[in-house]
């Protein structure tokens, strides 16, 4: 069965950082991307950032780049969100998600339907 757990959140005030994992289970991470989204109260899904398991590739929205990091750690079966200079507009709940590896196909890793298995999120609160 494919599980993916997400831990990290938490309350930060604005300007700190957070590291989010996503810990998976029940499938070979080689073959998949990793993708991130989040959800603010009353907005739709948004897309965070995305990794490419199979050569590392990863890409970033306009709102994170420069703030956010995502790596991956295969040998762990283990996804890392590292979120620095966080703002309140950053308050959502964090969902990792797993599909198919994209390869050149990038702007798969956008969209939330290339995603097959989703965990369960984690809240994540900026104060001001």
């Known amino acids: 069965e494919v599980q993916l757990v997400e831990s990290g959140g938490g309350l930060v005030q604005a300007g700190g950082s957070l590291r989010l994992s996503c810990a998976a289970s029940g499938f070979t991470f080689d073959d998949y991307a990793i993708g991130w989204f989040r959800q603010a109260p009353g907005k739709e899904r948004e897309w965070v950032a995305c990794i ?3 050569d590392g590739s990863t890409y970033y929205s306009d709102s994170v780049t420069g703030r956010v ?3 991956s750690d295969n ?3 283990t996804v890392v969100l590292q979120m620095n200079s966080l703002k309140p507009e950053d308050k959502a709940v ?3 998600a797993a599909g198919t590896d994209y390869g050149s196909r990038w702007y798969l890793g956008l969209i939330a ?3 097959a298995a989703w965990g369960q999120g984690t809240q994540v609160t900026v104060s001001s």
């Open 75 to 77: 040998a762990k079966n």
């Open 94 to 96: 964090y969902y990792c």
């Open 113 to 115: 339907e290339s995603y």
């Open 69 to 71: 990091t995502i790596s």
């Open 52 to 54: 490419s398991s199979s």
